[in-house]
């Protein structure tokens, strides 16, 4: 088992239609990071959640770290072609290890 | 200007092989980092290494040995070559700790036949 489960594993979906993407551990993290990663390409940083309950938004994109900081989900609104792509959410754990959750991968249709 | 680069981009080769992938930074961080892919999509941390020195080695034969010879580098040697090698290497860098932003090179793809 991952430390960090995604779910889902692929979404593929209209554009114009909303979406939410979750990320899950049994473990309490001092934060978590939400990356995109195109084809390619090496993953990009769209934020870091550090407080608990905390919501953050990013134009179309919302992310929101829960209480407990176990869990983190990303919600666009309207998506377009141009959020396609592999998301993936991170986070220290024990002393300088940083860990990647298992990914999701996002298609959106025109 | 890249901030982070890694040579080659891809990399074709056979069992047994030895080969090196490099990366570099232009960014003045602290931190850099390798990374590997598999086909599934799942990035693990390899190594770590801050100021030049190693500071997380996580489980990964000892086949591969990265190599900074500054703060600006920090490559990747694998002898023996194996096919379970085949994957994206990324190279990272960060300012500080692993809770900073990492910026991420734009990986090589290394096949083994």
């Known amino acids: 088992t991952q430390l960090l489960e995604q779910s889902p594993q692929f979404l593929s979906i209209q554009e114009g239609e909303n979406l939410t993407v979750y990320c899950n551990s049994s473990?309490?993290?001092?934060?978590l990071q939400w990356y995109r990663q195109e084809p390619g390409e090496g993953p990009v940083l769209l934020v870091t959640?550090?407080?608990?309950?905390e919501v953050k938004k990013l134009k179309r994109l919302t992310f929101q770290f829960g209480d407990a900081r176990k869990d983190s989900s990303l919600h666009i609104t309207a998506a377009q072609p141009g959020d396609t792509g592999l998301y993936l959410c991170?986070?220290?754990?024990?002393?300088?290890?940083?860990?990647f959750g298992s990914g999701t991968k996002l298609n959106v249709k025109p | 200007d890249t901030a982070v680069s890694q040579t080659p981009k891809y990399l074709v080769t056979q069992m047994g092989n030895d080969k090196s992938i490099k990366c570099e930074q232009n960014?003045?961080?602290?931190?850099m980092y390798w990374y590997k892919q598999d086909s599934k999509k799942f990035l693990k941390i390899m190594f770590s290494?801050?100021?030049?020195?190693?500071?997380i080695n996580e489980t990964v034969p000892n086949r591969f040995s990265p190599k900074s010879p500054d703060k600006a580098h920090l490559n990747l040697h694998i002898n023996s070559l194996e096919l379970g090698d085949s994957a994206v290497y990324f190279c990272?860098?960060?300012?500080?700790?692993?809770?900073?932003?990492?910026?991420f090179g734009p990986g090589t793809r290394l096949t083994v036949l």
């Open positions: 990272a860098s960060s300012q500080g700790t692993n809770t900073d932003t990492q910026y």
């Open positions: 991170a986070g220290p754990y024990n002393f300088n290890k940083f860990y």
């Open positions: 960014l003045g961080h602290d931190t």
């Open positions: 959640v550090v407080t608990g309950g």
């Open positions: 290494y801050n100021n030049k020195e190693l500071i």
């Open positions: 473990s309490v993290f001092s934060s």
